[in-house]
């Protein structure tokens, strides 16, 4: 079952679409482009060792500060349990999906599978409340060396909701918080 949740979770991430709006990065010079349109005046060139970490030619997911981990406790720290949803016994996945936008903010956030209003408000308001991200785009190749041309990238995040507090799954899961207990004297 572990192993499921987590093909599963992998496969959601897997499923970034690129929005095609490509916007313009400052830069240096036209010189050299070749016949790629996308290379102007203005373009910064920089060199690609990989010893740097930098894989190249290809595309680059927006990025989480902290990375993965780090979202996975944001949501999980920040993503209220509805009380309603509680008393009910309301169990599931929500599938999110918005956009990181080519400066890094999130916007277009969109319920695209839910449970119920409450519970997918609640995952609403969380990634409505992120921080800003690390931009993604695509990493190109002119004749005076590489570039980023930064675009608008579509994410998905599944976010499930049990009320089995003992689970063992990985992924992003929500539990209900305990609350504190009142009336304790020391």
């Not at 959601?12 to 916007?23: D, E, G, H």
């Not at 997911?61 to 920040?78: C, H, K, S, V």
């Not at 899961?173 to 609350?179: A, L, M, V």
């Amino acid at each position: 079952m572990d192993r499921m949740v987590k093909t599963n979770l992998m496969a959601l991430f897997a499923l970034t679409l690129i929005i095609l709006s490509p916007q313009e990065v400052p830069a240096q010079s036209n010189s050299l482009n070749g016949d790629n349109p996308e290379v102007g005046e203005d373009t910064v060139f920089f060199d690609c060792p990989n010893e740097y970490g930098i894989q190249g030619l290809g595309e680059h997911y927006p990025e989480f500060p902290g990375g993965e981990d780090a979202l996975i406790r944001f949501i999980t720290d920040n993503t209220v349990y509805p009380q309603t949803a509680i008393d009910d016994s309301i169990t599931g996945k929500v599938l999110a999906v918005f956009v990181v936008n080519t400066d890094g903010s999130v916007d277009d956030i969109r319920i695209y599978r839910g449970i119920r209003s409450d519970i997918d408000s609640a995952c609403y308001r969380v990634i409505k409340a992120m921080p800003d991200w690390k931009p993604g785009g695509l990493v190109r190749k002119a004749g005076k060396g590489f570039y980023l041309t930064k675009y608008r990238i579509s994410y998905s995040l599944p976010i499930m909701f049990t009320l089995d507090t003992l689970t063992t799954r990985q992924g992003i899961i929500i539990t209900p918080k305990r609350k504190p207990e009142h009336g304790t004297t020391h």
